[in-house]
């Protein structure tokens, strides 16, 4: 009977040793996935870094852009309000000039 326990007690202490083994190898695994996402998030973290000051400047532009655009509309505007008083006023000339004529 006593040989039979020693042989189980071998059995089960194998299996703990394979189980060991696994579960060593399985925490070496975990610790690679982890060194690997943390890699990742670091490399993440530092290209959104690198791409903030490029849409801060590209939102600059843009609001400068918008400025200018809307200077050049103020500038159009002013530009057609002269020709249309320059039209009128040759327009009320013509009238009064015909008118006179006759």
Same mark, same amino acid.
């Given at each position: 009977?006593?040989?039979?326990? &020693? =042989? ?7 299996? *703990?040793? !394979?189980?060991?083994?696994? #579960?060593? /190898? +399985? ?17 993440? &973290? =530092? ?7 490029? *849409?801060? !400047?590209?939102?600059?532009? #843009?609001? /400068? +852009? ?18 249309? =008083? ?17």
């Amino acid at each position: 009977m006593q040989e039979k326990q &020693v =042989e189980v007690f071998a059995v089960v202490a194998d299996e *703990v040793r !394979n189980l060991a083994q696994r #579960t060593g /190898e +399985a925490t070496g695994d975990i610790e690679k996935m982890i060194l690997q996402v943390q890699k990742d998030t670091k490399a993440s &973290v =530092e290209a959104m870094e690198a791409t903030v000051p490029q *849409v801060q !400047n590209g939102l600059a532009l #843009t609001h /400068e +852009a918008n400025e200018l655009l809307r200077n050049i509309q103020q500038q159009s505007n002013d530009s057609l309000e002269k020709v249309l =008083e320059v039209v009128c006023r040759n327009i009320a000339a013509s009238i009064y000039g015909v008118r006179n004529k006759q």
